[in-house]
């Protein structure tokens, strides 16, 4: 595991937005797995508050830079901070990309005020298959939303990764989320956005900004109504433990015939067809094991784990 701490400090303390009724410095935890945008998160955030003249310190830990592996980045601002780590029990905002991530880091909340922001995707791992059956039950949390929600001082769980599917980019989950996170702060929604943009590739600037007031709003939402519990992925958290379908999509277009899933499906059921695209022989074999996911170097593969309901 590799420690990357950067500082950056700007040099003006004109003071100015901050966290919702929250004390200075203002500490927040963004958690996540490798590949979801967890440093984009970080960086437009620490960009903004310097954009607004605040000091900002903020670390990151990348899960040895490994896709599927843990990172989380730590931003602090303020009129004045001191460290770039937040003390354990200090978080004001814990912003997670991932079910597991966030409750991992629950600890790391303030108590009485602490606001968690958690997409309520759920990346299961492939050492947590508990054996190579198709179906077979997987090691992973069982804690429902609702049950999280009932023990934080503020929390939402966001389906941020199907809604920003439906806007065609799955890929924007963090952006929703970023969304989402912007309303605990006080910085104009223009600024926001300005920064966003300067973040995300060119191309997908619009689909971001969409996905930006989509996760806005969902959360403006759920602060004037109760907020949605009922596990909204649609995947259900005994899906999630318990697969019942596997999907394994192949992008051919990525496909560059490295062969690595080929040589460590540990089904062997992946082969180089003629054009030398990789696809799957034998779907009956497949576990959902998302080795060939985690491992290609291409993020070609992806394996959807489908509850019965959704295979009906
Ligand atoms: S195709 Fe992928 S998900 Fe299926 S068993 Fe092989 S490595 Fe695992
Ligand atoms: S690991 Fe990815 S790029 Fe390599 S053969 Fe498999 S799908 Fe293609």
């Known amino acids: 595991m590799s420690l990357a701490s950067e500082v950056a400090e700007s040099s003006q303390h004109s003071g100015g937005a901050a ?7 203002v500490n927040v935890l963004i958690v996540g797995v490798g590949g ?3 440093i984009m998160v970080s960086k437009v955030l620490a960009s903004l508050c310097q954009a607004h003249g605040l000091q900002v310190k903020q670390s990151e830990v990348h899960g040895m830079a490994k896709r599927g ?3 989380f980045s730590h931003v602090r601002f303020g009129k004045q901070v001191w460290s770039p780590t937040i003390p354990k029990g200090d978080v004001d905002i814990l912003l997670a990309l991932e079910w597991a991530e966030g409750l991992r880091w629950l600890p790391q909340l303030r ?3 602490g606001i968690f922001i958690c997409d309520t995707k759920r990346i299961v791992p492939p050492f947590a298959c508990l054996n190579r059956r198709q179906g077979a039950p997987m090691r992973y949390s069982r804690e429902t939303p609702a049950e999280v929600i009932a023990h934080v001082a503020e929390a939402y769980a966001v389906d941020a990764t199907r809604m920003a599917d439906e806007l065609g980019n799955e890929r924007a989950a963090n952006t929703v989320l970023v969304g989402a996170l912007s309303t605990a702060m006080e910085f104009p929604l223009a600024d926001w956005e300005r920064v ?3 973040f995300v590739p060119r191309k997908t600037v619009g689909v ?3 996905a930006f007031r989509l996760g806005r709003s969902w959360i403006e939402e759920a602060r004037r109504t109760a907020p ?3 596990d909204p992925q649609g995947q259900g958290l005994a899906a999630a433990v318990v697969p019942s379908t596997v999907r394994v999509e192949i992008e051919a277009q990525w496909c560059k015939s490295c062969d690595i899933c080929v040589k460590l499906c540990p089904e062997r059921c992946l082969r180089l067809n003629s054009e030398r695209i990789a696809e799957l022989t034998d779907p009956a074999k497949c576990t959902g094991c998302r080795l060939c996911e985690w491992l290609c170097p291409d993020f070609a593969i992806r394996v959807h784990l489908q509850p019965a309901a959704a295979v009906a």
């Open 196 to 198: 966003l943009a300067e």
């Open 208 to 210: 971001n900004l969409e």
């Open 228 to 230: 949605d519990t009922s």
């Open 69 to 71: 592996g843990s990172v």
């Open 36 to 38: 979801q945008g967890v």
């Open 19 to 25: 966290a919702r009724g929250s004390r200075e410095p």
């Open 111 to 113: 108590a009485e005020t």
